[in-house]
Each structure stands twice: as C-alpha cells, then as structure tokens.
C-alpha cells in the first residue's frame, strides 16, 4: 500500500525532491518552478529554495535517484499546497510543480519500514519469546501507523525508525556502529537523539562501564556534528533550529503548560489523531508496566526513557495535529520504537500470565491492525 503518486503529502514530497536534487544536481537547493511554498522550504534567494527538514532522509534516497529511470513530471498544485497525482505534458503554468519520480520514495518508505520492524522482532528475540517476538514484531508494523504512514509516503519516519532500532540491536555489542546508527537517526529527526543518549547510559550502568555510553555518544555525536555542519552551509546558522517555522522555536520556551498539557491529552486521546485510540492494544500492556520495568535490563529502561522524553519533546515543539491529510496520528512513531522492549516484556511478564488480559489484549490488536488497514487502504 505504499504510494507511488497520487495525493503524495507535501511534507514527504520534499525529501523526494531533495533527494532527486542531490543525486542528479549535486545540491540540496531548489530552482525555479519547482519550489513548495513556506513552511516547507525556505526561500533563499529569488530561485532558491531550500527544504527545512534535516538531509537525513533525502541522502537516503538520492542513491536510488542514482539509478533510478525517468524524469520529472508537471503535476497541479492544490489549493492547500499538497501534491496531486502526475500529468506529464503540456505547459508549466504557476498552478504546477516539476517533481521526480515518486518510486524511490515507495520503495524506500516500505523497505525502511519493513527492517526496523524485523530488527524488532528480533531483539524481542534476546528475551528468549520465541514466537511471541516473531507475532510482536508483525503486530508493530501492522497494528500502528508504521504500515498506514511510515510505510505510505517517505516520511522521516521510515528512516528514522530503521536507524533507531539498529542502534537499539548493536548496542549489545557493537557500540561504535550502534551510535553511528544512532547519529544517522539523529540526522533524520534531530530529537531522536535523546533515545541514543538513554540507551548509551541504560547500557553503562547496566554493565557498570562506562565504555558503552562513551562509544554510543561519540557515534551520536559526529551525527549531530554532521547536522550542525549542514544547517552552518545551507543556512549560514550553526542552529539547528534555523529555516523550521519560528513558531515551533517559539513553543520550546513557552510557559504556556495549559496549553502543553492540552495538546499531550489530545495526543493520546484526540479521535482523529489520538494514539490511544488508534492503538488501543496499548492500554491492555500499561497495567504490567511496572513487572515489565523490574524485568528490564538497563539498557531497556534507558530507551524507554528516551522515548518518553523525545514524545514529551516532539509534543512540546508541535501541536498534537499535524494539519496534515495523514490518517491518525504519526509523531508517536520514534518513541514507539524505544518503547517497544519495554512493551515487549509488559506482554510476557503481565499480560500473557493473565487469561483475561490474554483475550482483552487479542480484542484491541484486532482492532489496531482494523484501524490501521483501514487508513492504509484510504491513503492507497
């Protein structure tokens, strides 16, 4: 159900169109006709643009833009600045865009979607579940908007979600490349990077080294570095803020907690966009939270802190509703992802010693994955 066209959202359109750029031009900038209006680029000169999300993702699909066949294409523009389906031909007009090709952003929203989900499975593996890591890793790509929004258009979550759950899987053993998994994450999502520095120290003091966090952070660290490079370069600002809407600046100083707290209940709760509601599986695992916290390792504890600081983050910077056509909610999706260990042993530790919690839990996947076919079928 990945999108190859029509009614591509134009937050993910642009990491396509970077993308394409960087791999045929040899530049991040747009020229010309084929610039999206504000917030989603920032107009630097007359005919350059430049778009505002981290390169993370665009580098991840400029390979594919390498040897991939086809040219751009004029499609219309909608009135609210989305993108609509391609029409080759005829004259460019103001009501048009010239856009790339959209199959490497099927392939690559799939594909990324798709390998997190398996390296899920298998560190659920390492708490020795068996088939229950094998059916929890299907129920993490089909019963959440992995499969409706992850795995649709190439958004940053795709990627970003890839790279968190490698770094998760080599941090067991394998430090260095862990935290270069997680400095890519980082390069694709910016605030991933507080999951990276919650599982370096989960390992440290779990190990009682302090080698593992060290190793973690210096992978982390030169993503980081990489993305302040870019932002200095493009932009002319080592800020990593520099280019996003002032807005959402503006909301990481704010006192406004009513506001805050707001927008976390909408989070969770809203029904068009609330995770609880669209992942009502999620309910049934929070009562073994705490049997599931005192049969984590370290490092398991240490990333779902992360991931409940970076879903604290994200809400405090962006209102729960992106304003966007995507069904239900999508900014969870990272912090899923750290969560999930967590969640994993929430189920063998609670739920599957439980028969009614067994049913009950059975009952809300069901639905999840109802949901969640539902939207994917819709945006296809």
């Known amino acids: 159900t990945a999108s190859w ?8 359109f642009t990491m396509l169109q970077t993308g394409y750029h960087i791999a045929n031009e040899g530049t991040v900038m747009i020229e010309g006709d084929s610039r999206v209006p504000p917030p989603w680029m920032v107009q630097l ?8 999300a981290p390169p993370g993702a665009s580098l991840l699909v400029a390979p594919v833009y390498v040897v991939w066949p086809g040219a751009q294409s004029e499609i219309p523009r909608s009135d609210h600045g989305g993108i609509r389906r391609a029409s080759p031909g005829g004259p460019r007009g103001e009501g048009t865009l010239l856009v790339p090709p959209f199959g490497p952003g099927a392939l690559l929203a799939s594909l990324t979607t798709a390998v997190a989900m398996g390296l899920l499975a298998v560190i659920f593996l390492t708490f ?7 059916v929890g890793g299907l129920i993490a790509g089909l019963g959440t908007a992995a499969w409706s929004i992850a795995a649709h258009y190439y958004w940053q979550h795709g990627p970003a979600m890839m790279w968190l759950a490698s770094g998760m899987y080599l941090s067991a053993s394998h430090q260095v490349w862990a935290g270069a998994a997680f400095g890519a994450a980082g390069l694709t999502r910016p605030h991933t990077l507080v999951i990276a520095a919650a599982t370096g120290i989960g390992r440290s003091i779990g190990e009682r080294r302090w080698k593992p966090a060290l190793l ?4 982390s660290l030169i993503g980081l570095l990489v993305l302040l490079l870019y932002q200095k370069q493009v932009f002319g600002s080592w800020s990593l803020f520099y280019g996003v809407d002032p807005e959402y600046s503006g909301r ?15 989070a969770l709760f ?3 966009k609330g995770l609880l509601i669209y992942a009502p599986f999620l309910l049934v695992l929070i009562p073994g939270i705490a049997a599931a916290w005192r049969a984590a390792p370290s490092w398991v504890r240490g990333s779902a802190l992360g991931g409940l600081v970076y879903l604290l ?13 995507a069904f239900g909610y999508r900014y969870p999706l990272e912090a899923m992802i750290a969560l999930a260990p967590l969640l994993f ?13 067994r049913w009950a839990f059975a009952v809300a996947v069901a639905f999840s994955i109802a949901f969640q076919f539902t939207g994917a079928i819709e945006s296809f």
């Open 216 to 219: 973690i952070g210096m992978g």
């Open 270 to 272: 809203h029904p068009q």
């Open 345 to 357: 042993l929430s189920y063998t530790e609670w739920v599957r010693k439980r028969r009614l919690a």
């Open 45 to 52: 000169s007359e005919v350059r643009s430049v778009g505002v």
């Open 252 to 266: 990481a100083t704010s006192l406004d907690f009513g506001w805050y707290g707001r927008n976390l209940l909408n």
């Open 5 to 12: 066209g029509p009614g591509y959202g134009v937050d993910a």
């Open 128 to 134: 020795g579940g068996g088939w229950a890591a094998v």
């Open 313 to 325: 983050v994200q809400y405090k910077l962006r209102t729960f509703n992106d304003e966007s056509t």
